[in-house]
């Protein structure tokens, strides 16, 4: 699969869509897309010549933006059947640092939060608008900065949440908790040891916020290899995890293709 550009205007305030908002709509013109099936495709229109994904995959990067992670993590994705979406939040002409990932340490511009989850509500709305993805399921999966901006963002009638590399615990209450209501299938998966969350106050996992069967807080552990790990989808056993459970819980008639 190749990424590519899709051009689509779009925007976001505060909480509510305006269409002179071009801060919020560059995010949506550069993001990237991996059709799946697809070599060559040029846009999200391109699904007209063949058949619908099984699930949109509306995908949110870490604080340093569209990277490695975001391709090794589309690529598996699309390559089991799946349409991927990943706006990127460095689109933006004012864009402040929010972490230092050479340091592994974030929270440098506590407001990246809401303007990540304004991104990814104005993408979410531009999925729904398009007739060839009416009936297709839409998955949130974020990826550090991204996995708390898909376990705090408002989407009650998303499909599913996967969130990656985020404890779901933090100082800051906007940081904290998962926003998904009961019964809205979530996976969380996170390294014990993670080092991007040595403070006291990020320990934990989101299993503490999780109700019922179809929430699932995993936590990789020492001596496990991936106890330490940030970035956890890089190893292919994470990525069966993720794509079974996809299956698994996608609406009824769309886990096979059928």
């Not at 991204?146 to 100082?171: Q, S």
Request: glycine share 10%; charged share 20%.
């Amino acid at each position: 699969m190749k990424a590519v550009l899709c051009a689509a205007l779009f925007c976001l305030g505060a909480g509510v869509v305006h269409a002179n908002d071009t801060e919020v709509a560059r995010t949506w013109e550069a993001a990237q897309v991996w059709l799946p099936g697809t070599v060559n495709a040029t846009s999200i229109e391109a699904l007209d010549e063949g058949e619908p994904p099984r699930a949109v995959v509306l995908y949110a990067h870490g604080c340093d933006g569209l990277s490695r992670i975001t391709t090794v993590t589309a690529r598996f994705l699309a390559d089991a059947g799946h349409l991927v979406v990943a706006p990127d939040s460095f689109a933006r002409q004012d864009k402040p640092v929010s972490c230092n990932a050479a340091q592994q340490r974030g929270g440098l511009h506590r407001g990246v939060l809401r303007w990540r989850q304004q991104e990814m509500q104005y993408a979410l709305a531009q999925l729904r608008e398009k007739d060839e993805l009416r009936d297709v399921p839409i998955v949130l999966m974020g990826h550090s900065e991204g996995g708390i901006t898909v376990a705090t963002m408002a989407a009650p009638d998303a499909a599913m949440r996967v969130i990656e590399g985020w404890t779901c615990h933090a100082g800051w209450p906007e940081y904290r908790g998962l926003n998904a209501p009961k019964g809205q299938p979530a996976l969380a998966l996170v390294g014990e040891e993670d080092p991007w969350f040595r403070l006291p106050v990020l320990s934990g996992d989101c299993g503490a916020f999780m109700e019922g069967e179809t929430q699932v807080s995993r936590v990789y552990s020492e001596p496990d290899h991936l106890g330490d790990k940030h970035w956890l989808s890089a190893d292919k056993e994470v990525q069966d995890l993720i794509l079974d459970f996809i299956d698994v819980h996608l609406p009824a008639g769309d886990a096979h293709g059928e």
